[in-house]
Nanobody, 120 residues
Framework: QVQLVESGGGLVQAGGSLRLSCAAS?????MGWFRQAPGKEREFVAA????????TYADSVKGRFTISRDSATNMVYLQMNSLKPEDTAVYYC????????????????WGQGTQVTVSS
C-alpha cells in the first residue's frame, strides 16, 4: 500500500510563496499535484515523471510554480511563487507508475491534502 503524506500548506498573502512537500512510501512513481477549490472540481496543477526528466504544468500556474523531486528520499516538491487568491484550494499529491495518467486524471494513489489559502 502506497502512502502519500503532504505538508507545507498554510496562509500567505497574495504575491507570496509556499513550498509543498509530498513524501511517498515504497518504490519510485510518477507524481503530481492536483487542487480543489470550494465548489469546484479537482484540477491538475503539475506532474513530474518517474525519473524526473519530464514535467507538465497547468497553464494557470506556468511560470509561477515549479515541481521537483528528490529521488534519494522519494520526495516531491511544489514551489509556488507569486501566489494569487485564485490559487486557494486543498492541494493533493498523487502517484502512479503511468505518467500520462498522473498528468491527466491523476494517479491511483492520493494523499489526504493540504490547505493553501492566499489572502488578497
Amino acid at each position: 500500500q502506497v502512502q502519500l503524506v503532504e505538508s507545507g500548506g498554510g496562509l500567505v498573502q497574495a504575491g507570496g510563496s509556499l513550498r509543498l512537500s509530498c513524501a511517498a512510501s515504497g518504490r519510485r512513481y510518477s507524481m503530481g499535484w492536483f487542487r480543489q477549490a470550494p465548489g469546484k472540481e479537482r484540477e491538475f496543477v503539475a506532474a513530474v515523471s518517474m525519473n524526473g526528466g519530464s514535467t507538465t504544468y497547468a497553464d494557470s500556474v506556468k511560470g509561477r510554480f515549479t515541481i521537483s523531486r528528490d529521488s534519494a528520499t522519494n520526495m516531491v516538491y511544489l514551489q509556488m511563487n507569486s501566489l494569487k487568491p485564485e490559487d486557494t484550494a486543498v492541494y493533493y499529491c498523487t502517484a502512479d507508475i503511468d505518467y500520462i495518467m498522473v498528468r491527466t486524471s491523476g494517479g491511483s494513489y492520493w494523499g489526504q491534502g493540504t490547505q493553501v489559502t492566499v489572502s488578497s
